[in-house]
């Protein structure tokens, strides 16, 4: 098996995509392009604890398409204590780290691209974002649909960037659902596996082959997903694809 290389990477932006997400824009030092696929992700070396210069490493999937260039976006829930996370919403622009990668299975190759469901909750986005990307800069033409589950309407990351492609791209559907919606949210209501089932259906049939799933959040979420698709609707094994980041 290939040793995933180790290079630097230097922090070139940053914003918050919510209350406790934030996206980091990183390049390569050496300048060479990151070749990676759409739903892989780099291991990033930060310090054990604070100011501690015993490191440890923590997986981030990559967020962005791939477009063979240096840069690459990362997106981090930051969890309270939590030495990785809390690391990256401190890091400074212009600092560098130690990355590995890119690794992971997780990945949709578009010369055997099926219509697809991607079913995400909150981080879990990430690299369905980059396989939505990457198969529109494509013009690859099996239809998409996501779900992506999160708790409030301020929770949902890339919400503006994911209703214009849909609204450019009949091929891409989107369909947010809140676990805590307030009273005014007219869209979708509860958990992703809630309205899985419809969205595959309705992309089965089109006709176009049976939909893979590919799901991808915390393992709760996940494991749920998983025995919807695979216990109630029976599904084989090779159509369900799944990351899980805990
Ligand atoms: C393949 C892979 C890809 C990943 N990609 C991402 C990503 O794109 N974005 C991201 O934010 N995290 C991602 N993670 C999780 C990430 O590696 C760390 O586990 C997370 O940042 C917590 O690390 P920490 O050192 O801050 O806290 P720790 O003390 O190591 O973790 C504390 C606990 O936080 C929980 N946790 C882990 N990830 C999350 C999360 N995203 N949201 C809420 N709770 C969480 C887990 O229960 C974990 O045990 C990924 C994990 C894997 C295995």
Redesign the pocket.
Same mark, same amino acid.
């Given at each position: 098996m290939r040793i995933p290389p180790t290079f630097e990477a230097r922090l070139t932006s940053a914003r918050m995509l919510a209350e406790n997400?934030r996206e980091l824009r990183f390049e390569r030092v050496d300048g060479a392009p990151f070749d990676f696929a759409a739903g892989q992700?780099v291991n990033v070396h930060?310090p054990a604890a604070p100011g501690a210069e015993a490191e440890?490493k923590?997986?981030?999937?990559?967020?962005s398409a791939p477009d063979g260039t240096p840069g690459f976006e $990362?997106?981090?829930?930051?969890?309270q204590?939590?030495?990785?996370?809390?690391? $990256?919403h401190g890091l400074a622009i212009g600092a560098t780290l130690s990355v590995v990668g890119p690794?992971?299975f997780?990945s949709r190759p578009l010369d055997k691209a099926q219509p697809s469901l991607f079913v995400a909750t909150?981080?879990?986005l990430?690299?369905l974002r980059s396989m939505i990307h990457a198969a529109l800069n494509a013009k690859h033409p099996m239809p998409m649909s996501l779900v992506f589950g999160v708790r409030t309407e301020a929770d949902l990351l890339y919400r503006t960037e994911l209703e214009a492609l849909s609204a450019r791209h009949p091929g891409l559907r989107v369909a947010f659902t809140l676990s805590r919606g307030a009273e005014s949210w007219t869209g979708r209501r509860g958990y992703v596996q809630t309205h899985a089932q419809e969205l595959f259906q309705a992309l089965e049939g089109l006709g176009l082959g049976r939909p893979h799933v590919y799901a991808?959040? $915390?393992?709760k979420m996940v494991s749920a997903v998983r025995d919807l698709l695979r216990k109630e609707m029976q599904l084989p094994r090779e159509l369900v694809h799944t990351?899980?980041?805990?």
């Open positions: 997400v992700w930060v440890i923590r997986a981030y999937s990559i967020a $990362l997106a981090v829930t930051h969890v204590g939590g030495p990785g996370s809390t690391f $990256l690794q992971g997780f909150g981080t879990g990430t690299p991808c959040g $915390l393992a990351e899980r980041y805990d």
